[in-house]
């Protein structure tokens, strides 16, 4: 099996060195035709505007959306998960191009600046019944998003609860307010549908291999 990894930026690196740990050929992304090659796709996390302004440099977001086509896994870490979803709530002025096929809404850096990332220790029945192991994970957010809704066929995977005192809770309360929707005190940070998976945290960071 070889698992391609788009690389325009972010930490691409890491997945590759993640990939190589378990004994899997992992191959950088940057060209249409690589697409071709490879039997599954990994898109990391970094700067999502930057890597969607590279990836419409080079032509690639039509290819992308027919790779999630094909019925391949295609695993979005982070900004990749932002690149998967459907909606982004929160994004700079003139928005950015999304992929698509993960039924779900993000906010963008919902969990803020880069010095407020964070690392917690989350609850991943699912992961654990199907993977073993135990039954949480230990989660790395770096400028995280969130997922504040999701569609009927999009499973849940982990959640984490938002502190009605913390600063995301004010970009939850403006998201529900903006959306009609009524309180909620926790968001989602995993999903599956499908041939997709998404995660807000980085696995890569992590020596847990089970994702």
């Known amino acids: 099996m070889t698992i391609g990894v788009l690389a325009f930026q972010g930490s691409f690196n890491e997945h590759i060195a993640a990939l190589r740990r378990i004994g899997v050929k992992g191959v950088e992304i940057r060209k249409p035709e690589q697409l071709e090659n490879v039997d599954a796709l990994i898109i990391p996390g970094g700067e999502s505007t930057t890597m969607a302004k590279l990836a419409e440099f080079h032509n690639m977001f039509p290819p992308l959306r027919e790779f999630v086509k094909t019925g391949k896994p295609v695993w979005g870490t982070c900004a990749g998960l932002i690149f998967l979803a459907n909606k982004a709530f929160g994004q700079k002025t003139g928005g950015q191009e999304l992929v698509g096929g993960l039924d779900c809404t993000v906010h963008r850096n919902f969990f803020g600046s880069q010095i407020q990332s964070f690392e917690a220790e989350i609850p991943v029945p699912l992961l654990a019944d199907k993977e073993g192991g135990p039954g949480s994970f230990r989660c790395v957010f770096i400028r995280a998003p969130a997922i504040l809704e999701?569609?009927?066929?999009?499973?849940?995977?982990?959640?984490?609860?938002?502190p009605s005192n913390s600063v995301f809770n004010t970009n939850l309360a403006a998201y529900n307010q903006e959306a009609n929707l009524a309180p909620i005190d926790k968001v989602v940070v995993a999903v599956k549908q499908g041939n997709l998976l998404g995660t807000a945290f980085h696995?890569?960071?992590?020596a847990d291999s089970r994702w």
């Open 203 to 206: 696995p890569e960071l992590t």
């Open 150 to 162: 999701v569609g009927p066929e999009v499973e849940v995977l982990a959640e984490v609860p938002v």
